[in-house]
């Protein structure tokens, strides 16, 4: 009865790739997406951003507003936000994004 969603990352020939693999084995290529609790708020959220005209620095402080913006402070529990990126910035390598993007991103979310 316990399933998991991932959301996989890759750069295959220079490009950026994005899936989710649902607990069924099923899996879909996406530019945008997100798994978990509040997944079509943040669904609803992403379909209003033109992704492929953001830098990938302005993807990230969107992203972190998305999480902030769907989190119930009410009935969900306080929580630490991660960020990682997989792009040129990181040599096409998964990697935690650097303290100083990852504040900017934060500090964006939260004035939203």
Not at 57 to 70: D, G, H, N, Q, S
């Given at each position: 009865?316990?399933?998991?969603?991932?959301?996989?990352?890759?750069?295959?020939?220079?490009?950026?790739?994005?899936?989710?693999?649902?607990?069924?084995?099923?899996?879909?290529?996406?530019?945008?997406?997100?798994?978990?609790?509040?997944?079509q708020n943040a669904k609803t959220e992403l379909?209003?951003?033109?992704?492929?005209?953001?830098?990938?620095?302005?993807?990230?402080?969107?992203?972190?507003?998305?999480?902030?913006?769907?989190?119930?402070?009410?009935?969900?529990?306080?929580?630490?936000?991660d960020l990682s990126w997989v792009g040129s910035?990181?040599?096409?390598?998964?990697?935690?994004?650097?303290?100083?993007?990852?504040?900017?991103?934060?500090?964006?979310?939260?004035?939203?």
């Amino acid at each position: 009865p316990f399933g998991v969603s991932i959301l996989l990352g890759s750069v295959e020939n220079g490009e950026p790739n994005l899936y989710v693999i649902e607990p069924s084995g099923m899996f879909y290529a996406y530019e945008g997406c997100a798994i978990g609790k509040a997944k079509q708020n943040a669904k609803t959220e992403l379909e209003q951003l033109k992704l492929k005209d953001l830098t990938v620095k302005e993807l990230i402080k969107e992203a972190a507003k998305i999480i902030y913006t769907v989190h119930d402070e009410i009935k969900d529990k306080t929580f630490e936000l991660d960020l990682s990126w997989v792009g040129s910035e990181s040599e096409n390598l998964h990697q935690l994004v650097p303290k100083a993007v990852h504040t900017e991103a934060e500090d964006f979310a939260k004035r939203a």
